[in-house]
């Protein structure tokens, strides 16, 4: 009796929609005032103690193993959890020092890329777009594809560059190279990535041959803190939530490091626009181990401290609701394939990412942002209105 009167006071402030609880005893409960939007479906106790002090892995857990079923929109329900000031999911007072000390070596980092991005191509094929581009798209109308709103993108990273012909670029952490591709192929310059993924490292080789682009296109399987060229342009796409807190400043100064005096830089990555603990055991368990996000004001100081200046920042959030909630439409289509290659647990794991991730952009509780840098002056050699930026992506 006192532990469903403590999941009364738990789940009574958990939502700010109505939503329907059944009890793995048979009883149910409607917490909120209304027609309940959704229905959780208790299916076993889960104990107090790991649902007020870890609850996003504890809940995550227990939906991936089948503990606990939603019927009704997933998105929504926890979209609600992160809109309800006094929900105990977002209450982080209690976690963090069960989270262990994450190493960010370059041993680390390699083995924290490859668990996530070395899954297997064929796995993100099923659910990306032909780009295999996964990151926050760009929706310039309503009604663009995936593939059009990621090919948006680049190009708007690479326009907000205003770079010249025939220069050079790197690009830390990149993927399976869309960007180096139509950094060469669109805007004349010789393009250079760097991935610690050796399944992103072997595509992008791959493809430089195939489209012809030897001695215009390189990558590099190494650490981004390895590199010593000097480049005029440097692009980073969802690359600075994985090298960890405490190297940010490192990332920053590397990226200083890398550019010529006056070089551009265009970052591009989650962030919180609030204080925050940057991280989730849920995540840091199961899909980013040793990732950080870092909120604007830790990015600033770090930009700062590095000798760089900005120049444009523009928040993205809603774009990436939209590319995460076409990607789990896409990757709902091919549920059965996920469960007969990986399993059960595995697929019910990569849907709740993919819907909660959706819902967190959602609700405002994550943003993803483009910070426009130059190693100098801030507008250096830039157009003076973003005008430019507009008219030429």
């Known amino acids: 009796m006192l532990e469903k009167k403590t999941y009364d ?46 609850p996003t892995l504890t809940l995550g857990e227990a939906y991936m193993n089948g503990d606990i079923e939603v019927n009704g929109d997933l998105q ?4 609600s959890a992160y809109r309800s000031v006094n929900s105990f999911v977002t209450d982080n007072s209690g976690f963090l020092k069960y989270l262990p000390k994450i190493s960010h070596s370059e041993k680390n980092s390699k083995e924290d890329v490859q668990s996530h991005y070395d899954i ?7 659910w990306l777009d032909k780009t295999m581009t996964y ?38 952490g990149c993927g399976w190279g869309s960007l180096l591709f139509m950094a060469a192929e669109e805007f004349n310059l010789k393009a250079t990535g760097i991935t610690l993924s050796q399944e992103q490292y072997d595509q992008v080789k791959e493809e430089i041959k195939t489209r012809g682009l030897e001695g215009q296109v390189d990558v590099y399987l190494e650490d981004y803190r390895e590199v010593e060229e000097k480049f005029d342009y440097a692009t980073s796409i969802g690359m600075f939530e994985h090298v960890g807190k405490e190297n940010l400043p490192t990332y920053f100064e590397q990226v200083q490091k890398l550019l010529v005096p006056n070089g551009r830089a265009l970052i591009h990555g989650i962030t919180g626009q609030h204080e925050g603990v940057g991280t989730d055991p849920f995540l840091a368990k199961y899909i980013f181990p040793g990732g950080y996000i870092p909120n604007v004001a830790e990015n600033l100081t770090n930009i700062m401290n590095a000798g760089l200046q900005l120049t444009d920042l523009e928040p993205l959030r809603r774009h990436y609701q939209k590319t995460l909630e076409t990607w789990y439409q896409n990757y709902s289509q ?22 909660a991730c959706a819902a967190s952009f959602e609700a405002g509780n994550i943003d993803v942002m483009q910070y426009l840098l130059v190693n100098g002056t801030s507008g250096y050699d830039l157009p003076m209105t973003r005008s430019y930026m507009y008219e030429n992506s």
């Open 334 to 355: 091919h549920i059965d394939t996920v469960v007969e290659r990986y399993g059960k647990p595995f697929s019910r794991m990569w849907s709740l990412y993919l819907q």
């Open 76 to 79: 929504e329900l926890v979209a």
């Open 135 to 172: 990151s926050c798209a760009y929706f310039k109308h309503e009604d663009d594809t995936l593939e059009q709103a990621q090919e948006n993108k680049v190009r708007h990273v690479l326009t907000k560059l205003n770079p010249e012909p025939n220069k050079t670029l790197v690009d830390i």
């Open 9 to 54: 006071k738990l789940l009574g402030h958990a939502f700010d929609i109505p939503v329907k609880v059944d009890y793995w005893d048979g009883t149910s409960e409607v917490y909120g005032e209304g027609t309940p939007q959704a229905e959780i479906e208790l299916r076993k106790a889960i104990p107090l103690k790991d649902l007020t002090s870890l």
């Open 120 to 126: 297997g191509n064929d796995f993100y094929r099923l």
